[in-house]
């Protein structure tokens, strides 16, 4: 996948996991009904191809699926079973933990995504891939740093989610011709990391909780399917200090909260997300949202499908390398994978 930015428009090349639809230059400020019929016609080739892949109606030589780790590639495409050691080493890998108790997936403090930082274009890649997130940014300055604090909800591809992500820098913005213009935030390091707790709602009932010491609080419930308008995050953050928990707050009004819609206990900040204040990603649209959820409902049924007389995880994940390795792979690189940060490789070279 390729993204490039420019005014109101995303120029981008989206392949789907067995790779045959794409989509090139897209105008978000354009519509009509030939854009509709266009993605009505890249849904169906989608779904077909995944109901071929998913059911094992292809070889086995097709399976498009992309591991973080290599070694285990070749164990699932010849039928071997993972054993429950491997599995939980591939997630961990990954840079997720598993909960048990709530059957829910996290992210490791020392995951490998704290090395790509964040700047704006991971936002915007996050719906060609397959995630359709509501997004909070809010800016702010103290300590000598310019911060970033973000919240997100929604559907991660096969799993519904949250995420609360700490990031700051002390660098100028970079200008890299036709790739970039903004701001490029470093992950929190440990110093800078803060205590937060957060728990998602859908239509009121709790899905997950977490709360950590953290610079990327996550958590992800697989199989569920959900529309980012269905959840909301209540979420609490306590700040090192007073002066950093105002700087915050200066941050949230100029995203449009009110003093009404967040609650201040000594240095720590509550809040519901729900509707996001600030702008959108310009990659969600009413007619790419309608696409890529149709992809993931139908991936989450999938799931359901083949895993509903399975009470627990690794039952379920060794049903699914089985009857369903593209869903096993989707697993295994759930949440923000690769593929969301593979920005990076062209900033790199211009970070200090």
């Known amino acids: 996948m390729a993204v490039l ?12 996991t067995a790779g045959i639809v794409a989509v090139n230059s897209l ?4 519509g009509g009904l030939g854009l509709y019929l266009g993605i009505t016609a890249i849904l169906a080739a989608v779904l077909i191809t995944l109901d071929l892949f998913i059911t094992k109606r292809l070889p086995k030589i097709f399976y498009a699926g992309r591991f973080l780790f290599g070694n285990l590639i070749g164990r699932i495409r010849s039928g071997k079973i993972v054993d429950d050691n491997e599995l939980y080493s591939a997630i961990s890998t990954a840079g997720y933990s598993y909960d048990p108790k709530q059957d829910i997936f996290y992210s490791n403090k020392d995951a490998w995504q704290m090395e790509m930082g964040y700047c704006r274009l991971y936002d915007e890649a996050a719906a060609p891939m397959g995630m359709i997130i ?6 702010f300055k103290i300590h000598g740093k310019r911060w970033l604090i973000e ?4 559907q991660y591809d096969l799993t519904t989610g949250c995420e609360i992500g700490i990031y700051n820098t002390e660098g100028p913005d970079l200008e890299i ?9 470093k992950s929190a390091a440990a110093e800078d990391q803060l205590y937060m707790s957060c728990t998602l709602k859908k239509n009121g009932t709790t ?6 010491t953290h610079w990327w609080l996550t958590g992800f419930k697989l199989g569920e399917y959900s529309e980012p308008s269905e959840l909301t995050l209540d979420l609490s953050i306590a700040f090192k200090d007073k002066s950093m928990m105002d700087a915050f707050i200066r941050g949230l009004r100029r995203a449009g909260y009110s003093g009404s819609e967040f609650n201040i206990s000594e240095n720590t900040i ?7 204040h600030t702008p959108q990603p310009l990659t969600r649209t009413e007619e790419t949202d309608w696409l890529v959820q149709k992809k993931n409902r139908f991936m989450c049924e999938k799931y359901q499908q083949i895993t509903k007389g399975y009470d627990n995880f690794p039952d379920k994940m060794k049903a699914l390398q089985e009857q369903a390795p593209l869903i096993y792979d989707a697993i295994i690189n759930m949440g923000k994978s690769e593929k969301v940060f593979k920005a990076f490789s062209a900033i790199r070279g211009y970070l200090e």
């Not at 509501?134 to 800016?139: F, I, L, N, Q």
């Not at 509550?270 to 996001?276: N, R, S």
Request: aromatic share 16%; net charge negative; no cysteine.
């Open 177 to 185: 011709s036709g790739v970039f213009s903004g701001t490029f935030y």
């Open 134 to 139: 509501d997004s909070e940014p809010v800016y």
């Open 151 to 154: 919240f997100w909800k929604g």
């Open 5 to 16: 930015v420019s005014g109101n428009s995303i120029f981008m090349t989206i392949s789907s």
């Open 207 to 212: 899905i997950l909780t977490r709360e950590d």
């Open 27 to 30: 105008s978000l400020s354009s």
């Open 270 to 276: 509550t809040l519901t997300f729900d509707k996001p």
